[in-house]
């Protein structure tokens, strides 16, 4: 079955470092591919998605391209800050019926 | 619009009880997923529905859990003489889908569940 397997937390930064968080998937076709965000205390937010390969995905400072060659999605900002502290999680959708496959889940936690 | 809601936000209950959350999802939405969340874990598909109509299940919905949305709106999970290991965080989501759509998941804030 579908799969996302994601880089284990946590991850420390100092404010305005680089961040990636590496996000891979097993799939069969092309699922539509997604990273949500938990802020402290907070549901579950939608952060950026790509819905086919070689697209990108951009909000709030964050990128991620859908890589078909390399089945990866993975997550990027220049430069961090401390409110970007959270927990990131990549997702899969089935085409069927919709239902996400997340990964575990990769803390963050950004140092002033 | 207020969002996806649920009810109760936390319950704490004894082994072998029964309980059941509700979900309210955003009003135009047809489609309604349960997910459940362990501590330092990504949420697992449980069910979703189409309207009313209970369209998958996960092998991970023991004969205990059921779920329920009888009128196409809200949507109810119970679960029977929980265990210990029903301890969880369950997140419903909502979204206006057809098959193919790109449309966005949105959640809930989850209901917590402690099973003493």
């Known amino acids: 079955g579908n799969s996302v397997t994601q880089m284990e937390g946590p991850v420390t930064l100092s404010e305005e470092a680089f961040l990636t968080i590496n996000c891979t998937y097993t799939?069969?076709?092309?699922?539509?591919l997604f990273w949500y965000v938990q802020y402290p205390g907070e549901g579950l937010q939608l952060l950026l998605k790509?819905?086919?390969?070689?697209d990108k995905g951009s909000n709030k400072g964050f990128e991620a391209t859908y890589r078909k060659e390399t089945t990866s999605f993975h997550l990027e900002k220049g430069s961090v800050q401390v409110s970007d502290s959270a927990v990131y999680f990549c997702a899969s959708r089935d085409n069927q019926g919709g239902k996400l496959i997340f990964g575990q889940g990769t803390e963050l936690s950004v140092k002033p | 619009d207020t969002g996806v809601s649920q009810d109760p936000r936390h319950k704490i209950t004894k082994r072998g009880q029964n309980v059941t959350f509700r979900c309210d999802p955003i009003?135009?939405?047809?489609?309604l997923y349960w997910y459940r969340q362990t501590l330092g874990q990504g949420p697992e598909f449980l069910t979703y529905f189409q309207n009313e109509a209970q369209l998958e299940k996960s092998r991970l919905l023991s004969n205990r859990f059921s779920a329920e949305r009888p009128k196409g709106s809200f949507s109810t999970l119970e679960i029977q003489r929980t265990e210990q290991g029903d301890s969880a965080m369950y997140l419903c989501?909502?979204?206006?889908?057809?098959?193919?759509?790109?449309?966005?998941?949105?959640f809930g804030p989850g209901t917590r569940l402690t099973v003493l």
């Open positions: 799939a069969t076709g092309y699922p539509s």
């Open positions: 009003s135009e939405h047809n489609r």
């Open positions: 989501a909502s979204r206006q889908g057809a098959k193919g759509s790109y449309n966005e998941q949105f």
């Open positions: 790509a819905t086919k390969a070689d």
